[in-house]
């Protein structure tokens, strides 16, 4: 695989990793993973580089069924009816409480970014959501001498991380709230192991946590920032002979 004028493409790229990990890809244009894909996922069987530069875009599912794709897929029902609703037994989470760690801390979402933001933070979205905050209610503030803006420690049996505060009562006593769609966050840094034994999906609700004031960023942030500022400078491409 040779390099052309501006260098490999991203799939070419995915290509050379795989190999250097013992896979062997001979893949010499991305419609051949499309392909691939298309034998092996029922839902895409019908689609391909040809359809969509022939139609501009597909929407799947795409088959025997649907040659053309799926625009509006619940038209007129819903795939499977209204809904699967199954009980399972309440598990309690092994996570607790304490005096070292007081607090539970939870994540979440907002409207304007997409989980961590890699999409929507390269969007005037941003207007609406520079960082992420800690929203801790005002009772649990007043006891630690927070005020609103200032940097506070969350430390957790897991880690720690730091953030600006934001001092409101959408929060109730002992609850503590971020979201986590900026890398420099690290919420994840604090976060527990615990994953749900149904699903496996990662516990990010209910994290035993303190807070305290704090004079800014964590040395891990600072360099995980640092790193990040370095890892995205380009060198200037050097004219050819």
């Not at 625009?71 to 598990?91: C, N």
């Not at 929203?135 to 609103?148: C, L, W, Y």
């Not at 709230?177 to 034994?197: M, R």
Request: glycine content about 8%.
């Amino acid at each position: 695989m040779t390099p052309r004028n501006g260098g490999y493409a991203d799939w070419e790229i995915t290509q050379l990793i795989a190999k250097a990990v013992g896979l062997n890809w001979t893949y010499t244009h991305p419609s051949q993973v499309m392909d691939e894909i298309a034998a092996l996922t029922p839902t895409f069987a019908g689609v391909s580089f040809a359809k969509i530069e022939a139609m501009g875009s597909v929407q799947w599912p795409c088959n025997d069924a649907n040659p053309m794709g799926s625009p509006v897929m619940h038209a007129t029902t819903f795939a499977r009816g209204k809904g699967k609703f199954m009980l399972t037994e309440y598990v309690p989470t092994d996570e607790r409480t304490g005096p070292r760690f007081p607090l539970l801390l939870t994540t979440g979402r907002i409207l304007s970014q997409y989980n961590v933001g890699a999409q929507t933070r390269r969007t005037d979205n941003v207007v609406w959501h520079e960082e992420d905050r800690l929203e801790i209610n005002p009772h649990d503030a007043e006891q630690r001498g927070v005020k609103d803006g200032d940097w506070v420690r969350i430390t957790s049996r897991a880690g720690e991380t730091a953030l600006r505060a934001v001092i409101t009562d959408r929060v109730a006593p002992g609850v503590v709230y971020t979201t986590f769609h900026h890398p420099l966050t690290q919420a994840n840094v604090i976060t527990t192991d615990y994953s749900d034994w149904a699903t496996n999906c990662p516990e990010y609700k209910v994290t035993a946590v303190q807070i305290g004031l704090s004079n800014g960023p964590t040395r891990y942030q600072e360099d995980y920032e640092a790193f990040s500022e370095a890892s995205r400078r380009i060198a200037p491409a050097e004219a050819a002979e």
